[in-house]
């Protein structure tokens, strides 16, 4: 029992489980406020637009009846009506409305998803500085034997743009080397692509 519990305890505290329960928890906020945000600020201003064009005040009313709808009489007893439950129609303002949530939500997503990859970026970026900027033990050792004190914060910096450039340098040599080692492989081993390449090359001289 006592190691059942510990399993779940691990289990419960990964991190992409907590990721997920924060992720449904704000998913469900964000319903909330997406649902607040159609049916109190876009429809009205939809239903404004549609009763100035179309002399219609609701996305309720816009509708295409497939054939004759069915009335019947209202509360008063006298005035017909259109039966909408046995009616057969297009609900076009159902439709509408769907869009507008689906719209909402995506701005939404998209919102929350660049904010997202931009704070992963900045982090990523602070910590790339933060380890470009890191002195080792060598480090120290280098500077101490060049007489320079951590204090002395402009020569530091002078030290740390030498060992960038020289780390750049050595990467650029490595990259250079990596592409003439490939070049040299596939020449010693060409592909079926290489060889046509070479008789078509060998071809057209002739002509």
Known sequence: ????????????????????????????????????LSNFVLKPIINWLLALAMGQGSLENIVTFLGDPVYKLDADGVTQVVDMANSFYIDWGSLINAIINFLLIAIVLFTIVKVINRVKENNEKLQKEIEENRLTKEDKKILKSRGIKLCQTDKVKEYLEERKAKILAEQEKAKAEAEEKAKKDRLENPTVEDLLKDIKAILQQEK
């Not at 519990?5 to 704000?26: C, Q, S, W, Y």
Request: aromatic content about 8%; overall charge positive.
């Open 1 to 36: 029992m006592k190691k059942i519990a510990g399993e779940f305890k691990k289990f419960i505290t990964r991190g992409n489980v907590l990721d997920m329960a924060v992720g449904v928890i704000v998913g469900g906020a964000f319903t909330g406020v997406v649902n607040g």
